[in-house]
């Protein structure tokens, strides 16, 4: 289940250096179209970009989906572990269960014109969580051997913000 939609796009959007250019803070937005969902997208290499361009030797950097139907997990990229992961997924909260969000009679907040019965999205959301945050050490995300940074879309095939905040030392 892994979706191999690419980064389509990396804007700055804040930088601070300190006197003597030593702590810097960046964060910069990527942007993704994911593909399917439960689906998958492996954005360590994108992550790690915006490390080796902020210049950070030691520090950490926090990864923040801006969505709360798309989530930030560390876990392996293996093909068959991520239909597991899929699969789970879709069992702790699957889409055609009862969900009162999806009720558009009785739900009156938060509703756009092209709104979608994604109730199981949110649940399923729930679970995992908006952030990761990891340890640069060396100029490099201190991962571990098999680890990498997942943008998890939950809903459907759409676009997704990423902000991705670098703090350390030069």
Do not use: K
């Amino acid at each position: 289940m892994s979706d191999m939609s690419g980064c389509t796009a990396s804007t700055t959007l804040a930088a601070v250096e300190a006197p003597g250019d030593l702590l810097v803070v960046t964060t910069e937005a990527l942007h993704y179209r994911t593909r399917q969902a439960p689906g998958f997208v492996d954005i360590t290499d994108d992550v790690a970009g915006v490390v080796a361009r902020a210049g950070v030797r030691v520090g950490q950097v926090t990864v923040f989906s801006q969505h709360t139907t798309a989530a930030i997990r560390i876990n392996e990229h293996e093909p068959l572990l991520l239909r597991d992961m899929a699969r789970l997924l879709r069992t702790w909260a699957p889409e055609h269960a009862h969900y009162e969000h999806n009720d558009f009679e009785r739900r009156t907040v938060n509703m756009n014109e092209d709104e979608c019965r994604n109730g199981h999205a949110h649940c399923q959301h729930l679970l995992l969580g908006n952030s990761e945050t990891v340890p640069v050490v060396d100029g490099h995300l201190a991962l571990g051997t098999w680890q990498r940074i997942f943008l998890v879309e939950l809903d459907h095939p759409r676009d997704r913000r990423v902000l991705v905040s670098v703090i350390g030392l030069r």
